[in-house]
């Protein structure tokens, strides 16, 4: 990084991944209407670069190309060159995935996009080296290429703009549901079931190939197909994925917290950023095997992920000391990928002296160095995985190790506060916290959703998107909306308290004035943009659940507990518009998770005392059955001594219940 150099426009930004690009020789402009105008006035093409301040490549390609002055001057001569934060800017990053897409590659960040001034993109690729290597050109011969294009075949350059546009605004107005009258078949849900069993790794999870991500929300469609099925080599992908999830490298040993994917196949060597996203829904899906299976190692990874979050990722207090949750952590430091997580054998010698031997052989470590450069990753998916150690001796090494760790050059991170992260966080913190009777654990979700209604919410419920030192950026997605009513709801379930589930019903109106869409009966992922080519409505979850799929458990949701049939009709209406059996449904989990609640909900409400009310709410809560609502509903007013559980389901309610086997024993004997 060039410190002398002055600044740019984007040290005007809030956003760390923006701030971090202030000192580049590059001329950037964050995404505005002015950027736009001056390509228009100057009839320049414009460079648009999109990516995170997690992202190891993205650093590489800056350091590479952005800190270059010769490289740079290329860029300013020919360019209007726009830099966005992808996390800030969720729609923009969309769009353009999309367009990649649509010209035939395969997206990935940093996305390197070139449009016309009115944001229509005509060429794009993700990383370009600084000299030609790994089969790519290098960046300079792409800038040369695009100004040759440019000059030289406008039109057909515009061709292919055109023809992209088309289809993107395509793609948003086809209606798959109301096209073909698409109802969800239970029979295309367990195809679908029984070809991700399929592709799966039969010894380490996963799908069978590199580079893995963890997919959480796939393998939660698979563990409630198998649940329901009582498909027993369905529960067992499941449980392998998670088990090696939680021992391969990919899971930090020492701190806590899953990184984003693992280069291989066996969740061995990670690229190291962290992402909150990823460790919410990685707790949600452990959580729920858990309920099942029962196994220690879940739920000794959940708690030892929250010490991560209580110690590294929550944003300075605010004026009522409550916290969020910041957005991620860097794969980087000192200019190196992992250098703050691997070990040289000889380090862990010296540390831990007569220990050494022992822990080594449990955590694959060698010599020589397990990966690059004659360094280690601790993990334990190798063949010794099993080998007895007493688990205090672990714990001891670990500590020392960690406290040794505690004094490198920490990687850096993005303290941006964002709305939908944060939503999925509190929900996943609330459900750990219930079920493994985590009271500290619901403090810091409650704390959490304070801290965004008090401080990225106006006094007419509208959200903003993302919050940075003190700065609130008013655009608002649907995610951000769902994301944080499931969480709202949630905890509603576990304290009892009717304002969440005020706050919820609010925003849910919000969603409709701001992102319904008569026509289809559907909802856009944001409200229309000027400055957009397209306005996009996802139906497929990616790294994160949809915001239409969340939205038809919400819906649901809020049918059984209010009992007001407009809920039900819009979640009715909603799947309807959105599901089609062209569509994999092990990639629409979350929209299959809504349809499944919406039929065959079990709603437990549990009266009287909070305080004596606990054991029947945590017995529901422990219950292995998604399709399970609890609400407390507090009487003070009551002469009942003890506290009395309802379950209603199919139309009907039963007897009311005092103790949490009976509550158990009842519940088990519905099927759903």
């Not at 004094?407 to 916290?433: C, E, F, H, Q």
């Not at 919050?467 to 951000?480: H, W």
């Not at 499931?486 to 919000?510: C, F, I, N, P």
Request: net charge negative.
């Amino acid at each position: 990084m060039n410190e002398s150099k002055s600044c740019n426009r984007l040290a005007q930004e809030t956003s760390p991944y923006l701030l971090e690009h202030k000192h580049n020789y590059v001329n950037w402009w964050p995404w505005c209407d002015e950027a736009l105008d001056l390509a228009k006035q100057q009839n320049k093409p414009i460079l648009l670069s999109v990516g995170y301040s997690a992202c190891h490549w993205c650093h590489v390609m800056a350091r590479e190309s952005f800190e270059d002055e010769e490289t740079a001057r290329l860029m300013n001569d020919w360019f209007i060159n726009i830099k966005v934060d992808r996390e800030e800017r969720p729609d923009i990053d969309h769009i353009y995935m999309q367009a990649i897409n649509l010209m035939g590659q395969q997206g990935g960040w940093p996305l390197t996009m070139f449009l016309f001034p009115n944001g229509q993109p005509f060429y794009g690729g993700t990383y370009f080296p600084k000299e030609r290597r790994y089969g790519l050109p290098s960046f300079k011969d792409v800038l040369n290429y695009i100004r040759q294009a440019w000059e030289e075949n406008k039109r057909g350059l515009s061709d292919i703009a055109t023809t992209v546009t088309n289809a993107l605004n395509a793609d948003v107005s086809r209606k798959p549901g109301l096209a073909q009258a698409a109802n969800i078949s239970l029979k295309d849900i367990d195809m679908s079931a029984e070809k991700l069993v399929g592709i799966s790794d039969p010894e380490y999870g996963g799908i069978k190939k590199a580079p893995k991500f963890p997919q959480t929300l796939m393998w939660q469609y698979l563990w409630r197909v198998g649940m329901r099925k009582n498909r027993d080599d369905m529960k067992q992908v499941v449980k392998n994925t998670a088990f090696h999830l939680c021992e391969g490298g990919i899971y930090d040993h020492l701190g806590g917290g899953w990184a984003r994917y693992s280069t291989d196949s066996r969740w061995f060597a990670p690229h190291f950023e962290k992402m909150l996203y990823d460790n919410a829904l990685i707790i949600s899906l452990l959580t729920e095997v858990w309920r099942e299976s029962k196994n220690k190692l879940y739920e000794t990874r959940i708690e030892e992920t929250v010490e991560w979050l209580k110690r590294e990722m929550l944003s300075v207090p605010d004026s009522q000391g409550n916290r969020a949750f910041i957005s991620s952590q860097n794969a980087e430091s000192e200019g190196m990928e992992g250098k703050f997580y691997v070990w040289k054998s000889k380090e862990i010698d010296e540390i831990l002296g007569d220990d050494s031997a022992l822990f080594k052989k449990a955590y694959g470590i060698e010599q020589n160095g397990n990966w690059e450069k004659g360094t280690n990753i601790l993990h334990r998916n190798h063949q010794n995985h099993d080998i007895l150690i007493p688990a205090e001796l672990l714990i001891h090494c670990k500590e020392k190790l960690f406290k040794a760790r505690e004094k490198r050059i920490r990687p850096s991170s993005d303290d941006k506060v964002l709305a939908d992260w944060n939503g999925l966080m509190i929900y996943s913190l609330t459900k750990a916290a219930l079920v493994f009777d985590k009271k500290e654990w619901l403090a810091l979700a409650v704390s959490a959703f304070a801290f965004i209604k008090d401080n990225m919410q106006s006094s007419d419920a509208i959200l903003g998107h993302s919050y940075c030192k003190g700065n609130l950026m008013n655009i608002a997605f649907l995610t951000d909306y769902t994301n944080l009513c499931l969480a709202a709801l949630e905890l509603y379930s576990t304290t009892g308290d009717r304002a969440y589930l005020d706050q919820s019903v609010t925003w849910v109106k919000t969603i409709k004035e701001l992102f319904y869409d008569e026509e289809s009966k559907a909802y856009f992922d944001t409200t229309a943009q000027k400055d957009l080519i397209s306005q996009t409505r996802t139906v497929e979850d990616s790294v994160t659940p949809s915001g239409s799929g969340i939205l038809t458990i919400v819906l649901a949701k809020l049918y059984y507990l209010l009992g007001e049939d407009k809920f039900h009709d819009e979640a009715k209406d909603l799947i309807s518009a959105l599901y089609s059996t062209d569509i994999e449904a092990f990639s629409i989990s979350s929209l299959l998770s809504g349809a499944a609640l919406l039929e065959h909900a079990i709603h437990i409400k549990i009266i009287g005392d909070v305080d004596l009310a606990y054991p029947l709410v945590l017995e529901a809560a422990r219950i292995p059955n998604a399709n399970i609502i609890i609400e407390q509903i507090r009487d003070t007013e009551s002469n009942e001594v003890s506290p009395l559980a309802y379950i209603c389901t199919q139309g009907k309610c039963l007897p009311p219940i005092k103790t949490p086997s009976e509550l158990l024993k009842a519940v088990s004997k519905i099927i759903c």
